[in-house]
């Protein structure tokens, strides 16, 4: 019985063997049985994980070491994986004993039928390849293609895999990258610029608005200070007067974010300052009413002539400005305008110093300028009141409240700050650097001509308080002359 069963396993295994050894089918001169698959499988799935794994430390450690930015990284990767995995089909190819010279013919015939069959394929093909060598796209680059908006996430050689803003991750393939126009909001400087159209009231003063948008934009804390924002006025609408806010940020895939957030502060910023944003509307005109009524005098709904209308009724009279603004009224024109230096300046002067300028909270009891620092700022007090005095001295000097100024004189001649500057209250300055007034000096180089006088009588009276140290005026040059050669020096003009 035990000799049976034996007899009957080997021949078991005799008949296994033959089935696995068996030839069943030969292939330019090779002929394959199920154990020579076998083989090719198993070495073909150990050649594979050795390659990943290679690929996996050159991505990790090898490109991450070199501080490779991630999207080059994904390619060189990407590149390094395929070469490896055909580099490893033949070696096992060979290993397996297989003649691969046989098998040229063979390997002609399916690629024309391949090419033919599959020529969509083929196409994204060597597109991966062109995206991957040329990185006009990189991974973690924002891009926009057709409708879709969204984040690299990865590259291969057939599609590209798009997260999109819902976080939904989109397979798009790579033919569309070649064929089609794609914007790359991240390619290079990822900043980039947003409009932001805003309809206001006809009567509306320009500046009020301007004021109110850029007031907007720069308590946004996404919108960048350098580019600053500015404001244009496109038009005269049907119905409003049309402005667009433009502003930069550096994270375009949270430009929707933004513009909402822009939004927001937009509404409130107009409806403090109590401008309107009209609702779509028509003028309508009658012409010869004195026809019409006598058409329809005999009707129960009698439309009177002009000439009956009393003139109080149809010119209502206008309400007198007798009454002055309050500071807590007025706009920032208007508190630059009490500046002596601004004064003269015109609207235009006033609104790019504006644009340039940015409101800042310090709280009580807190030290905005100290004696002796650099003068890089002037202030105008919005709100609250400081209070102004010398170390040095050991002297108070002065109170100042909403609509005053200071820190100008040290900003303008380039010296250091002559007193100490406190807060004695929550206050809000409206604050105008070095580099702002720069860029204001430059683009209106008259106004340098203004300061200047206003300095060489405002300098008088600040040494007669001990504040300004003499400074040596070479010759017999007039103070104002030297001024505004200082000036000059001191900002590029």
């Excluded at 990790?60 to 580099?87: C, D, N, P, Q």
């Excluded at 209250?425 to 683009?443: G, K, S, Y």
Aim: hydrophobic letters at 40%.
């Amino acid at each position: 019985m035990v000799n049976w069963i034996i007899k009957q396993t080997q021949h078991l295994l005799n008949v296994f063997g033959e089935i696995f050894t068996k030839d069943l089918f030969r292939v330019g001169g090779n002929e394959f049985s199920l154990n020579r698959l076998a083989q090719l499988l198993l070495l073909s799935a150990i050649a594979y994980l050795i390659s990943r794994r290679v690929n996996e430390w050159i991505k990790l450690r090898l490109l991450g070491r070199l501080k490779f930015h991630i999207g080059t990284r994904e390619a060189i990767a990407s590149v390094m994986g395929y070469l490896l995995s055909a580099l490893s089909f033949l070696i096992v190819l060979e290993s397996t004993g297989i003649d691969l010279s046989s098998l040229t013919v063979v390997a002609g015939v399916l690629g024309i039928g391949i090419g033919f069959g599959l020529q969509n394929i083929a196409s994204n093909f060597i597109s991966g390849i062109t995206l991957l060598f040329e990185q006009p796209i990189k991974v973690g680059d924002y891009i926009q293609v057709d409708d879709l908006f969204g984040t690299v996430e990865k590259i291969s050689i057939r599609s590209t895999i798009v997260r999109s803003l819902d976080g939904v991750f989109v397979i798009v393939p790579n033919i569309r990258f070649v064929e089609t126009n794609i914007i790359n909001w991240s390619y290079q400087d990822p900043k980039s610029r947003l409009h932001i159209p805003v309809g206001i009231a006809y009567g509306t003063d320009p500046a009020s608005v301007t004021e109110a948008l850029l007031s907007a934009a720069r308590k946004e804390p996404d919108v960048l200070s350098d580019p600053p924002p500015k404001v244009w006025f496109q038009g005269f609408g049907e119905s409003a007067l049309d402005f667009r806010l433009l502003v930069w940020i550096d994270e375009p895939q949270n430009s929707d974010p933004i513009k909402s957030a822009l939004n927001f502060r937009i509404e409130c910023e107009l409806r403090q300052r109590g401008i309107e944003i009209p609702f779509p509307q028509r003028d309508l005109h009658i012409r010869n009413l004195d026809s019409l009524n006598s058409l329809f005098k005999n009707q129960i709904f009698h439309l009177p002539s002009q000439e009956t209308v009393p003139p109080s009724e149809n010119f209502p009279p206008k309400l007198e400005q007798a009454i002055p603004k309050s500071p807590n009224n007025w706009t920032l024109r208007d508190l630059l305008r009490r500046m002596p230096y601004f004064e003269t300046c015109s609207d235009m002067e006033l609104l790019h110093l504006i644009e340039y300028g940015y409101r800042q909270l310090f709280p009580g009891d807190r030290l905005i300028c100290q004696e002796n620092d650099p003068g890089d700022c002037f202030y105008i007090i919005l709100s609250g009141s400081v209070e102004v005095f010398s170390q040095r001295l050991q002297k108070y000097i002065a109170s100042l409240h909403a609509g005053e100024f200071f820190g100008e004189i040290s900003l303008l001649m380039g010296i250091p700050r002559s007193a100490s500057v406190r807060t004695l209250e929550d206050t809000i300055l409206f604050v105008i650097d070095r580099n702002d007034l720069q860029r204001l000096l430059v683009t209106h180089r008259n106004l340098a001509d203004r300061i200047a006088e206003k300095l060489s009588e405002r300098q008088q009276s600040l040494k007669s308080l001990g504040l300004l140290v003499d400074e040596e005026i070479e010759g017999e040059e007039k103070p104002l002359i030297w001024i505004r050669k200082r000036l000059n020096t001191l900002f590029g003009i």
